[in-house]
């Protein structure tokens, strides 16, 4: 319902009116046995509002007829795990038929009109995606995440590496926080604390046998990244 439109006596103006079909209702129709229905009606009326009373200033009356459907999945991919500002694609699954493909953000602004959005968010966000069927109307929903990492590895340098090796990172939100550097069978690790008031530690891996290695961030005893590392 639309209140308090200010109309002038004998104004004109188009007035864009349109149907969709929700995939979920269609499926519901259809498990109801319902499927039979193909003709809807509507009614759009227009009142004058007066005090405590209204009269019916007129309307028009609208006959939907449902052809045949094939029903339609909106799919948004999985979540994503990125750093802050990192940018990431995130593509809805290509439709067999001709379809119409709208991102929006959780506030409910159309943000991309597209089947791949390009994002680069500063703090976790959810998209949500409509998927409308070019010839049919059908329309579906669906919704992804891209989870923002509080705490990460930027960089580790050099990389392969024999001895000091200065390791870049972030951390936020976190009390302790160390290193933990793990072979390839997990049968050896070294711990290396690290200042979580800094942005970057050096580490010495000096007299370390050769081969490749993977470097985890762990904060407040969970493991937040991890990076691969070479040692020569």
Aim: proline fraction near 3%; hydrophobic fraction near 40%; aromatic fraction near 10%.
């Amino acid at each position: 319902m639309f209140d308090n439109l200010q109309i002038a006596a004998n104004t004109r103006f188009p007035v864009y009116i349109g149907f969709n079909f929700l995939a979920d209702s269609l499926a519901a129709i259809n498990v109801n046995q319902n499927s039979h229905i193909t003709e809807y009606n509507y009614q759009a009326l227009q009142y004058q509002l007066l005090n405590d009373s209204s009269s019916l200033l007129g309307g028009q009356h609208f006959i939907v007829r449902k052809q045949p459907i094939t029903n339609i999945v909106a799919d948004a991919g999985v979540d994503r795990t990125v750093s802050s500002q990192q940018p990431v694609t995130i593509s809805a699954k290509q439709l067999s038929e001709a379809a119409i493909y709208n991102w929006y953000d959780m506030d409910g602004n159309l943000i991309y009109e597209g089947k791949d959005l390009n994002v680069s968010p500063e703090v976790t966000e959810k998209y949500k995606l409509e998927v409308i069927g070019a010839a049919t109307g059908v329309k579906d929903y669906d919704e992804v995440q891209v989870k923002v990492k509080q705490s990460y590895l930027k960089t580790i340098t050099p990389n392969p590496t024999s001895g000091l090796t200065t390791v870049n990172y972030v951390i936020k939100n976190c009390n302790s926080a160390y290193f933990m550097l793990l072979n390839q069978t997990f049968s050896l690790s070294h711990n290396y604390i690290i200042d979580v008031n800094q942005n970057s530690s050096v580490i010495n891996l000096q007299g370390f046998t050769p081969g490749i290695y993977t470097l985890v961030l762990i904060c407040d005893g969970e493991a937040k990244d991890a990076k691969q590392l070479m040692i020569q």
